[in-house]
């Protein structure tokens, strides 16, 4: 058996994955805590600022995935994530370039297909370069980068958005001068591009098997077992995979989308009151979450119990439900943001560690593909059908764009419901997906 590759390149291999991770959450992120001046300045509708900040970045985050999944499970990871990274960090700078709506749609959707290509090259290879008894922690290490780069988009957002204020223009070489929300979205944007060189220093791990398909006894087909043939034999715990965790996440979802926005309205916070709130939020309940539930999941798997994955998850969507209807529709600011560390914390630590069910069912020559699967399903749920299922309701249903707090309440609380079904029907699936398993032995 190949030994597993040497820690000191494996952590670094997962520090500059980590920090890829950070900035693309920051590029993501960064448009919600502009709204307002972007409303403004382009006389656009909630409406079209959710399509902006969801369908546009999910249409090609979610169809790129599997393509560019296929591509990882084939070809360089770390040059297909690198070029990802330019290519996101690119368009972001340019959406600060944007004249109206459909200029800042195409690119949205660019920072859409570059960030594609991130997690299922990143989830393949944390997978060849950590056993399952660390796998789990490795993961939520990089998984951090969601609360790493929301706490970083809203906290730099927050002081970037001061500063800018104070100035009518802002002045840059070439461009000329620019209203300060264009000038923040360049300035978030064209640091990436180092961390598109870093990606290229390092190593590639040797491809291993993966531990799920040990399971099977069946003789292996010529070339392997393809994408939809593991997915037909598999479906029961795909789909709690990808509902559980994708339904879970649906108040995170919904507060990334509109949570600047909701805190201005209805609590009248300034942007740098929301941008410090935030920021620490995400840097210290999500962060915290992420690790707590890697680390519980992690030692209940180790003790044999399987399903432990799923079991994390179901805990963690029953206690989140009520906290998902308080954190917008909590009598105060400072009952709001509590409600929201809560539920932050309870959703990072049942989604922190959702990459760990892709690497242990699924051969390595479709990890890529699984997870880009998941991708897919998480960009339509998270990022395209929550902000717009949200904004819709604000407008159409309840006719008060101050109302938008009812709105990511319903919508949140019906996704909480749905996770926590979707994961208890999922347990029975996930066992037999892992029965028997014999875990790579790790031989440090």
Known sequence: MTAWPQRRLAYFALAILLLAYVFSFVDRIILSMLVGPIKADLGLSDTQIALVNGLAFSMFYATMGLPLGWLVDRTSRKGVIAAGIALWSLVTAFSGLAKDFGHLFLA???????????????????????????RGRAIAIYTMGVSLGSGLAYLIGGFLISFANSQATIT?????????????????????????????????????????????????????????????RRWAVVAAYVFGYGMTNVPFAAFLAWGPAFLGRHYHLSPKEIGLALGFIFLGPACLGQVVGAAVTDRRYAQGKTAAPFQTGLVCAVLLLPFAALITLAPTAALSLLALAVSVFLVCASVGHQATVATLISPNRLRGQVSAFYILMQGVIGAAVVPLAVALISDHVLRDPGKIGEAMAIVGVIGVIAGAIAF?????????????VTPNIDPA
């Open 108 to 134: 949205r959707m660019g920072v859409g297909v570059g960030e594609a290509a991130l997690s299922p090259g990143a989830y393949s290879m944390i997978a060849d370069y950590f056993p399952p008894k660390s």
């Open 424 to 436: 208890a029907l999922g347990l029975k699936p996930l066992r037999q997906a892992l029965t028997p």
């Open 172 to 232: 840059l070489p070439i461009l000329g001068a620019l209203a300060p929300w264009r000038f923040i979205f360049i300035a978030v944007g064209l640091p990436g591009l180092l961390v598109a060189l870093l990606m290229l220093a390092v190593r590639e791990p040797p491809r291993r098997q993966g531990e799920g398909a040990q399971a099977d006894a069946r003789p292996a087909k010529k070339g392997g077992e393809t994408f939809w043939a593991f997915m037909k």
